[in-house]
């Protein structure tokens, strides 16, 4: 059996680490180290929600729960017990966004009716136009690139993590807006990565276009930023906490060549 004296041990162990310490900072100075050149502009700083599910500081929030007043057509749809509940008529956000981050939380009819693509439709429009699918899948087959979760009639979700109907369901969305050449030609498509419940379904997927149901995806070009838009399809299926915010990318400069630093001296690693 081990003779284990914690204060004694503690205070060796403070001594030793001081030594250590004191070893490592000398050698420290004549470590390699390697550099690789680019001089970084600074991240944002961002201050997150108290949830990971509530909006970051940077987001604009298209619904609290209370009124609809950031959307068109907002006055089609009603508010119910803190969420927003389709309506007649599509609801378009008046902010526009391009590169964003979208969240958002939905539920499926509680009564649940009709079968396939008639049971909780509806659908999340990025840019208005390019369709993430909402549907009751929960035990509720359809064309598999038509189920929760779908780029509709592009792709099927990567897994069904629906919950049941009457549940509050989160969608995480990442979005990559297409880019568009001056004579209309695409430059970049479309991708979107998404998660569901925590699951991720969607992986960087390239959109072939948009998602319309009676004939093939095609690009055509547009603003640079557009609208979030939500479908009604004749089914009360209801939306809460939506929030977006745009997000940029990492802006970096290579100012010189790779190199290795020991000491105070500079080696180049292309010699
Ligand atoms: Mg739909």
Redesign the pocket.
Known sequence: MSSFRPAIFSGRCVALSMALASCLGTTSIKAQEYLNGIEWKEPAIVTPGVTNDAPPSDAVVLFDGKDLSRWKNGDKWSVVDGAMVSGKGMVTSLDTFGDCQVHLEWSAPTVVKGDG?GRG???VFLMGMY?L???DSYQNKTYFD?QAGAI?KQTPPMANVMRKPGEWNTYDIFWTAPRFNEDGTLKSPAYITAVHNGVLILNHFELKGDTPFNRPPQYKKHSEKGPISL?D?GNPVRFKNIWVREWQPVVGTQVRKPFLRKGNEEIPLDK
């Open positions: 693509q439709n509806s659908g369709e699918q909402v549907l038509g509709y479908q399809h």
